[in-house]
């Protein structure tokens, strides 16, 4: 069983910055792939950027791109999610999720994580 921990969440003002952590425990494979989502009300949840944790490929969303960076503590088996001039669009509750068959790609498709955590609340002022 993997549990994931996500913190980090807040409010801040458009252009403003936060980073999220995300620490996987638990039993978990060599290549498994690690990644954040993110949802607002009514709608379904979308992806944002994911990393191989075998050799750390990474895939972004075009709308974050440029402006969110994902990266990852192997020894503490935690992901980083650091976002750069946030928008009001970025508002959301974000989810990090793991999956255990990542392979060398990173994907954007939800059902490649069987593991999710507990989301953490992010809003975007304008």
């Known amino acids: 069983q993997v549990q994931l921990v996500e913190s980090g969440g807040g409010m801040v003002q458009a252009g403003g910055s936060l980073r999220l952590s995300c620490a996987a425990s638990g039993r978990t494979t060599s290549s498994f792939v690690m990644g954040w989502f993110r949802q607002t009300p009514g709608k379904e949840r979308d992806f944002v950027t994911s990393?191989?944790?075998?050799?750390?490929?990474?895939l972004y969303a075009d709308s974050v791109k440029g402006r969110f960076t994902i990266s990852k503590d192997n020894a503490n088996k935690t992901v980083y999610l650091q976002m750069l001039n946030l928008k009001p669009e970025d508002t959301g509750v974000y989810y990090c999720a793991l999956g255990l068959a990542g392979g060398y790609f990173a994907t954007r498709h939800a059902e490649r994580f069987g593991y999710w955590g507990q989301g953490t609340q992010v809003t975007v002022s304008s």
């Open positions: 990393i191989t944790w075998s050799n750390g490929n990474t």
